[in-house]
């Protein structure tokens, strides 16, 4: 496809729109929507969850509140827009009626189309210059008010023009959702095949021979540190919680430290390279156990209560038990075994009454290599289609950015059908 630019602009003035068509005007937000503050109750309109995907039936996930009572109408073709900094691009046109917690703005076009104003407001100019005008007290945490929101401005072409142009995003973001959609089922197909290839490996027959772990594994829980002694001084040593356990790695998005002069403390909870660490509470999730090896980046790092760190002994190739517990076998096992309501956890015992297949040291070697042959094909596999998704996101959204501040002309870029069917 061939975009063109338009014939002329006129600079705006303002950094976040820049150069727009000579045709288009420029608008203040509240001259063409009109703020919904009408406080209803979930008991008469059903809840709401405002996402980066839209506007949905309240997630299951949600933080629930008590504000019943004390909550934003929402009607079809309303605009939502959640206020807070750290929910950045959760917003979205409703095609549902219901309500929303008092931190999100409700809008109803008055004077712009619908979806036009879909693809405008969850751009990524617009949501910078959105929360350019918030007010908070942290530099990452603060929020927009519809007063000072609706002195924006807004790019707006004529009403034939912003029906073109949503008509044709619809057609163009669908083709890539699509791509997108199709990534993402190759990447769970294959991580269905990684477990299936290592259970395979791992995988105890009624022939072979059998153990517990407890006899070939020394397991040691974290200590329970006190959260009102810990450090948010990066220089001192970092704690590993469970939170800072994926798939197969450890995460340090979400850090606290403990004091580096009371390391003599707790020395017997400090971490090594090659420890493997399990997460104890909610151990398995969608992609796989929440197991990860220790990296020499990873130290100097200290085990948090709700936290394995297993060292393999009695000839137990560590690998070999890094993949036992990765595998579906202990998946089922654990299953079985989990306590708790809202968040599962397995004991230090229970990981320890697993029963695996033994086998001698030679042949654990082989195993191990042998899978970490095919476990790493199948990983670049994943790797490039993880890179793919992120290049179409990128295509995504340079695309509507460009459509709706008029640096590319869409106008004759879509059929008839397509128009007509987003209109409506």
Known sequence: ???????????????????????????????????????????????????????????????????????????????????????????????????????????????????????LLRSQPFQEEFYRFGKGIVADL????????????????????????????????????????????????????????????????????????????????????????????ASDVRLLRGVNIGVGDVRWSDVVYWPSGRLQEVIDFGLNPGDIVFGM?????????????????????LLVQRVARLRARNSLNQSYLYFILSSNEFKSYIEVDLTGVSVPHISPDQIKNFKFRVMPEEQQQAVVSELKLKLDKIDRTITKAKHCIGLLKERRTTLISAAVTGKIDVRDQVPQDVEEAVAS
Not at 79 to 101: C, H, P, T, Y
Request: net charge positive.
């Open 1 to 119: 496809m061939k975009l063109t630019k338009y014939p002329e602009y006129f600079n705006t003035g303002l950094d976040w729109l820049g150069h727009i068509p000579s045709n288009w005007q420029l608008k203040r937000l509240g001259t063409v929507f009109k703020e919904r503050r009408e406080k209803v109750s979930d008991t008469d309109y059903p809840a709401l969850s405002v996402t980066k995907s839209g506007i949905v039936p309240q997630l299951e996930n949600a933080a629930k509140t008590d504000a019943g009572d004390n909550r934003k109408r929402v009607a079809v073709g309303d605009f939502v827009i959640n206020s807070r900094s750290d929910r950045k691009g959760s917003s979205g046109l409703s095609a549902l009626d219901g309500s929303v917690s008092l931190i999100s703005i409700v809008l109803q076009p008055t004077g712009i189309n619908g979806a036009y104003a879909h693809y």
């Open 142 to 233: 603060w929020s927009t008010n519809y007063s000072e929101m609706k002195n924006i401005s807004l790019p707006m072409p004529d009403d034939f023009e912003q029906t073109r142009i949503a008509a044709f995003l619809y057609r163009e973001t669908g083709k890539i959702d699509r791509l997108i959609e199709k990534q993402q089922r190759l990447i769970e197909l294959l991580e269905e095949k990684r477990q299936a290839v290592i259970s395979h490996a791992v995988k105890l027959r009624s022939e072979d021979k059998s153990s517990r772990l407890s006899h070939y594994v020394s397991l040691t829980s974290g200590f329970a540190f006190p959260s009102s002694e810990f450090s948010h001084d």
């Open 281 to 301: 509470d909610r151990p398995w999730i969608s992609s796989g156990a929440r197991v990860a090896w220790v990296k020499q980046e990873d130290i100097p790092s």
